[in-house]
């Protein structure tokens, strides 16, 4: 127990810059449908400190167009498409503990035993989770994680924030990762170094490929377009997709995004 928590800890700088540089990330963890853009430009936001995110935006998309970017393209020019949702389901299938747990912490029963099913159907049918076979027999995924918890309970999201490799966020959802990451069982406790450092440098770059696609939906301001989705797509997962108008309200087998 100790020894998985120090691992933890020792993972928090890499991790932290790998798994949420995702500068042009409207969300994640789910297929993102189209997108009405007037909806979005629209939505009403908390954005106190709106001059120096805007800076920090610069900053990462800077560091995503030259750096990030290039891999995630490169990476889905030499992977068969197969292979490519399959790595994708594989973190998809890892992350059903976390999906677990956090459905347990909100008392939403039903929502564990999907994620309880989905690990087991995924793991033992599906290649230990590189085919999503739980889909198949009606177990969508229903991601949960700690910031959504805490939101479930009534703790405010506070102002929206843009942090340095991290990207869109706000204190809730920053303070909710760092519980995920740090405190709650996770199957990456299973995985010693330096193999964890690789697998999180794959599943960095598998799910900034994925969302490729999706910068085609951003129109207008990119800044105000990304703040709003991200912000849209957090109520609508906190809130079980009780949104009026949530252009994330439908499904879209064609991109497959993850976590945020």
């Known amino acids: 127990m100790k020894k998985a928590f120090l691992r933890r800890w020792s993972l928090l700088p890499v991790t932290l810059g790998l798994c949420l540089m995702l500068p042009v ?8 449908p189209e997108t009405d853009a007037g909806e ?3 939505f009403q936001t908390n954005d106190p400190y709106e001059n120096w995110n805007r800076k920090v935006y610069r900053f990462n998309d800077t560091i995503d167009r030259w ?19 399959g790595i994708t389901n594989f973190f998809g299938n890892l992350d059903e503990v976390r999906n677990f747990v956090n459905s347990l912490l909100q008392l939403k029963g039903e929502s564990a035993v999907v994620a309880a099913g989905r690990f087991t159907y995924n793991t033992v049918f599906g290649l230990a989770g590189f085919i999503d076979v739980a889909t198949v027999f009606d177990l969508p995924a229903r991601p949960e994680d700690f910031g959504q918890t805490l939101g479930h309970w009534g703790v405010g999201s ?10 869109p966020s706000t204190p809730r959802r920053l303070g909710g990762y760092g519980a995920d990451l740090l405190v709650l069982p996770s199957l990456w406790d299973n995985v010693d170094s330096p193999y964890n450092y690789y697998a999180r440098g794959v599943q960095l770059v598998d799910r900034r490929a994925d969302l490729i696609p999706a910068e085609s939906f951003i129109s207008g301001d990119s800044y105000t377009f990304v703040r709003n989705a991200f912000l849209q797509r957090r ?3 906190i809130n079980d997709g009780v949104v009026v108008e949530d252009p994330f309200a439908s499904g879209d087998d064609d991109l497959m995004l993850e976590d945020f």
Request: hydrophobic share 45%.
């Open 67 to 85: 750096f990030l970017k290039p891999v995630a393209q490169t990476y889905r020019t030499i992977t068969p498409d197969f292979v490519d949702r």
């Open 158 to 167: 506070g102002p929206y924030l843009v942090i340095p490799l991290l990207g």
């Open 235 to 237: 109520e609508f997962l």
């Open 25 to 32: 990330s409207p969300a994640v963890s789910q297929p993102l």
């Open 40 to 42: 979005v430009m629209a």
